[in-house]
Nanobody, 119 residues
Framework: QVQVVESGGGLVQPGGSLRLSCAAS????????MGWYRQGPGNQRELVAS???????NYADSVKGRFTISRDNAKNTVSLQMNSLKPEDTAVYYC?????????????WGQGTQVSVSS
């Protein structure tokens, strides 16, 4: 079982910045990919950014140039630096962890952290 904990959400003005962090822990973990998803009011959950153990990165078009994802494989953590925030970035942000145990791929989610962007 993998435990996933996010932190760093909050209230910011448009144009402001936040940094989200996510830590995975539990039994011995072979994490292949970590990423951030978000779900705003009335919207479906969508991919924001992801990064593999090897460093391959994928961003949603809506956040390219504004958000930066990074990871520390040794600590099983991933961060999301969010700059130039817009009201449409308002959402609950969830950390996703993809791990492999034997030949079984498992996805675990954090509880979410609220990001609110408004004047």
């Amino acid at each position: 079982q993998v435990q996933v904990v996010e932190s760093g959400g909050g209230l910011v003005q448009p144009g402001g910045s936040l940094r989200l962090s996510c830590a995975a822990s539990g039994t011995i973990i072979n994490i292949q990919e970590m990423g951030w998803y978000r779900q705003g009011p009335g919207n479906q959950r969508e991919l924001v950014a992801s990064i593999t153990r090897g460093g391959n990165i994928n961003y949603a078009d809506s956040v390219k140039g504004r958000f930066t994802i990074s990871r520390d494989n040794a600590k099983n953590t991933v961060s999301l630096q969010m700059n130039s925030l817009k009201p449409e970035d308002t959402a609950v942000y969830y950390c996703k962890v993809l791990s492999v145990r034997g030949n079984t791929r498992t996805t675990d989610w954090g509880q979410g952290t609220q990001v609110s962007v408004s004047s």
